[in-house]
Nanobody, 116 residues
Framework: QVQVVESGGGLVQAGGSLRLSCAAS????????MGWYRRAPGKQRELVAG???????NYADSVKGRFTISRDNAKNTVYLQMNSLKPEDTAVYYC??????????WGQGTQVTVSS
C-alpha cells in the first residue's frame, strides 16, 4: 500500500511565497511521475505542475515563472515552491504519485489561501 501525504499549505498575502511538500511511502520500486493539482471553489481540478523520474517538468501556463516543482528521489518527495502568489492561486492543492509496481495515489489535499 502506498500513501501520499502533503504538507505546507496555509494563509499568505498576495506576493508572498509558500512551499508545499509531498511524500510518498510504502511499497515503491520507482516513482515515475509526481504532480501537483489544485481545485479552486466552483472550478474543476487542474494540473499545476508535474515532474517525471527523469526530472522533466511541465507547468500550467498560469503558474509558469512563479512556481517551481522539484523532487528528491531518495526521499520519494516532491516540492512545489510557489512565489509571487496571487488570490487566484487560492485552492486545495493535491499531490498525485504514479509509480511501479503500478499505483496511482492521491493525497488528502492541503489548503492554500492567498489574501489580497
Amino acid at each position: 500500500q502506498v500513501q501520499v501525504v502533503e504538507s505546507g499549505g496555509g494563509l499568505v498575502q498576495a506576493g508572498g511565497s509558500l512551499r508545499l511538500s509531498c511524500a510518498a511511502s510504502g511499497s515503491i520500486f520507482r516513482l515515475n511521475y509526481m504532480g501537483w493539482y489544485r481545485r479552486a471553489p466552483g472550478k474543476q481540478r487542474e494540473l499545476v505542475a508535474g515532474i517525471t523520474n527523469g526530472a522533466t517538468t511541465n507547468y500550467a501556463d498560469s503558474v509558469k515563472g512563479r512556481f517551481t516543482i522539484s523532487r528528491d528521489n531518495a526521499k520519494n518527495t516532491v516540492y512545489l515552491q510557489m512565489n509571487s502568489l496571487k488570490p487566484e492561486d487560492t485552492a486545495v492543492y493535491y499531490c498525485n504519485a504514479v509509480g511501479t509496481p503500478y499505483f496511482n495515489r492521491w493525497g488528502q489535499g492541503t489548503q492554500v489561501t492567498v489574501s489580497s
